[in-house]
């Protein structure tokens, strides 16, 4: 029963290497595709199920003992993850039937979507560090090839900067691991934890945590490394935006998140603090260069890094309702901007532009696009009954409870930015006469548009009305996180 | 010989690092092959050098090399190979498409 930690990363990637063999039969391709994703979100949801009931799902792969061999450890934190990305892809998979061109389908597009998942689930599931790097690896050259196909000059340009720049923190990744072996011996997380608990988190500890809170602070777009995401992300098609957007900055948010709370808690005073500063300055200085945009998917890749500030602040508060917070955030922010992007990618076909100040009057000439786009914008802003507002209303209230009304004010006056930014596109693009006439975009159906976004509409509203029993679930995933030795018991035996 | 290896991959990331700076697409290729070596010098290093003994434990063994960064070193290298084999062919095409290859040049500009 253990063996289905396995299935979110075996899935995806027997999937796409069968599919590299058939890139001239798009149909094939679709039909093929669509199955395996909707057999991957089962497997998530039965490893979600029973992770609950069970506990912790550990496998050693090859039969090697833990610590010596690698281990695939899947605990609420990692599965709730690993759920999260299979929705996201199943979503975006539609999505991308809808919107992907000829080209990119006969180029490998659909294998190395499933690449990225492989990479992705991966991540969320290893007991390795040096496993985390192979996957880590494997997801960046899927999401280096999605975004660079087309080979537009724009593309070329920025993908060359994407990808340099996660080279280079892949290596400093590989040095972080070396000062931490030379430590403690050992890659295995739960070990390392173990073994630093026993020598201490010394000067030299704090170097390594350090060095590795660079290096997922470059994959996760924490200030001051986030440079490297808004162009890179605007290349690439809405629905790989969608899922670039949505998923792959959690990836360096959740291995912050893993190391912080399993490895490197004995010197709170120093690592939180420093997550702290971080964490305010990555969402002032996201969302203010949010508001001064006026491009719709722009806007939107400001947000991600305003987004990931109020992650990476539940972690810095570091008490158990923060910490819930964070990941309400987190399953919320995967939600609200995945279906964000998607609509930014439906206004584009339909207009033809993403310039805010060449569109108007969507709202006439298309009400199911504008509402359905309305309930994400003030679910992210955080207005109640939406999933955003309890995913802020849990940091505010923890923040206050610690009494670190810094970082509580600062939160609540991004709040109002990020209301204020998404009200700019509201306008803009849905308020006024319409400047499109009718022949312009009938040719267009929105229904099969809109049909992958309904999911996460639906999904952001039940996280809101339903906020109690989620919270519950998300409570306990904080607890086991903060405990690390039902994490290191799972892992090593008693 | 810990200290003289630790120097050395020291070097080689100072080079690395002045490679990175430049402004030429290449000399930046040039420079993540760099860095990959450095690094991988690092992880032998910091794990401890041990002479003569090859990395295998039998039952009667008295001493061994640690084979485990050497399996990590090895991974990382087919990893760093493969990444730079599609950086330089992604800055071949970045070359033809732009025409140049200085970063200066190739910074962009707000309205595209």
């Known amino acids: 029963m253990n063996n289905i930690v396995l299935l979110p990363v075996l899935i995806p990637f027997i999937a796409g290497a069968v599919l590299i063999l058939f890139r001239h039969f798009p149909k094939l391709q679709r039909i093929s595709s669509a199955v395996v994703m909707l057999v991957m979100l089962a497997a998530s949801v039965l490893l979600v199920y029973s992770v609950y009931q069970d506990g912790i799902l550990t496998v050693e792969l090859g039969n090697w003992p833990a610590p010596f061999g690698i281990v695939l450890v899947g ?20 999505f991308a039937f809808q919107t992907i061109t000829k080209e990119r389908e006969k180029y490998f597009f659909y294998p190395f979507y499933f690449f990225l998942l492989t990479g992705v689930n991966g991540s ?10 192979v996957f880590f690896e494997v997801m960046l050259i899927s999401s280096f090839i999605l975004i660079v196909t087309g080979g537009t000059k724009f593309q070329l340009r920025e993908s060359y900067k994407y990808v340099v720049i996660n080279i280079f923190a892949s290596m400093m990744f590989l040095a972080a691991l070396a000062y931490i072996y030379g430590l403690t011996g050992t890659l295995n997380l739960a070990h390392i934890a173990q ?22 602070g470059i994959k996760g777009a924490l200030f001051p490394l986030y440079f490297w995401l808004p162009q890179s992300y605007y290349g690439p098609p809405a629905a790989i935006a969608a899922l670039f957007g949505g998923l792959l900055t959690k990836v360096g948010v959740y291995a912050i998140f893993r190391t912080f709370t399993l490895i490197f808690v004995h010197d709170i005073s120093f690592t939180h603090t420093v997550l702290l500063v971080l964490a305010a300055l990555t969402m002032v200085l996201g969302v203010l260069a949010a508001v001064a945009q006026f491009n719709f998917k722009m806007i939107l890749t400001y947000h991600i890094i ?27 922010n995967v939600v609200v901007k995945s279906a964000l992007f998607m609509f930014a990618g439906a ?21 199911a696009l504008a509402w359905l786009f309305f309930i994400s914008a003030v679910s992210i802003a955080g207005i109640p009954p939406l999933s955003g507002f309890f995913s802020k209303f849990a940091l505010v209230l923890s923040g206050l409870e610690a009494e670190m009304y810094v970082i509580v004010a600062v939160a609540l006056i991004v ?50 009305l339903f906020a109690e029993p989620v919270f519950t679930f998300i409570q306990l995933t904080a607890d086991q996180i903060l405990d690390p030795s039902i994490y290191i018991d799972a892992v090593l035996g008693e | 010989m810990e200290i003289l290896m630790i120097f050395t991959s020291g070097i080689i990331i100072a080079v690395a690092t002045y490679l990175f700076m430049t402004r030429s697409l290449l000399r930046v290729a040039f420079g993540v092959v760099m860095l990959s070596h450095g690094v991988h010098l690092l992880i032998l290093t ?43 062919v992604l800055a071949y095409r970045t070359y033809k498409e732009h025409g140049t290859e200085d970063l200066e040049e190739l910074r962009g500009n707000a309205d595209e």
């Open chain 1, 195 to 216: 073994q630093i608990e026993e020598i201490g988190q010394t000067g030299v500890v704090n170097t390594a945590a350090i060095m590795l809170l660079i290096v997922f």
């Open chain 2, 46 to 88: 910091l794990s401890g050098l041990e002479t003569g003994a090859p990395p295998l434990l039998t039952e009667n063994a008295e001493a061994y090399t640690d084979p485990l960064p050497q399996a990590v070193i090895l991974t990382a290298i087919v990893i760093s190979f493969g990444v730079t084999a599609f950086l330089l």
């Open chain 1, 75 to 94: 605990d609420l934190f990692a599965s709730l993850m690993v759920l999260l990305s299979s929705i996201t892809g199943v979503t975006c998979l539609f």
């Open chain 1, 347 to 367: 206004t584009q076909k339909i207009t033809g532009t993403n310039n805010l100040k060449e569109m108007s009057g969507l709202l006439k000439t298309h009400p």
């Open chain 1, 124 to 133: 969320f599931l290893t007991g390795d560090l040096f496993n985390l790097f």
């Open chain 1, 306 to 332: 305003s987004q990931i500030g109020y992650m990476i602040m539940g972690l810095a508060i570091f008490t158990p309702l923060a910490v819930a917070g964070a990941i309400y955030h987190i399953a919320h």
């Open chain 1, 415 to 464: 709040g109002v930015f990020t209301l204020f930014s998404m009200m700019k596109i509201f306008i803009y693009v849905f308020w006024g006469s319409p400047s499109l006439q009718r022949s312009d975009y009938s040719h267009i159906k929105l229904a099969p548009l809109l049909m992958p976004i309904v999911p996460f509409i639906v999904l952001t509203i039940a996280m809101g």
